[in-house]
Nanobody, 116 residues
Framework: QVQLVESGGGLVQPGGSLRLSCVASGVTFSLYAMNWYRQAPGKERELVATVTSAGDSLNYADSVKGRFTISRDNAKNTVYLQMNSLKPEDTAVYYC?????????WGQGTQVTVSS
């Protein structure tokens, strides 16, 4: 059974930081490209950051470039999203996503709220 379990969300003040983690099980993690998406209330889910299976290529949405960093540890079956200089508009449910050929898996999401 494939599981992606996110953690690390919470309430943070503007300008603060959070680190999200997503632990995968039931898959050969090193084969999968990993993505972080987010969905704010009333908005469509958007792609935030991606990392290739080997971790040698990273991509970011323009809205988070320079503030967020995606990384992965294949030995721990874990992908991370370090989020710095958080803004109220970063408030959303954050989801991790694993992709390998036609296979796609999603986590259950973790809430991030940026508010004073």
């Amino acid at each position: 059974q494939v599981q992606l379990v996110e953690s690390g969300g919470g309430l943070v003040q503007p300008g603060g930081s959070l680190r999200l983690s997503c632990v995968a099980s039931g898959v050969t993690f090193s084969l999968y490209a990993m993505n972080w998406y987010r969905q704010a209330p009333g908005k469509e889910r958007e792609l935030v950051a991606t990392v290739t299976s080997a971790g040698d290529s990273l991509n970011y949405a323009d809205s988070v470039k320079g503030r967020f960093t995606i990384s992965r540890d294949n030995a721990k079956n874990t992908v991370y999203l370090q989020m710095n200089s958080l803004k109220p508009e970063d408030t959303a449910v954050y989801y991790c996503n694993a992709v390998f050929t036609s296979l796609r898996y999603w986590g259950q999401g973790t809430q991030v709220t940026v508010s004073s």
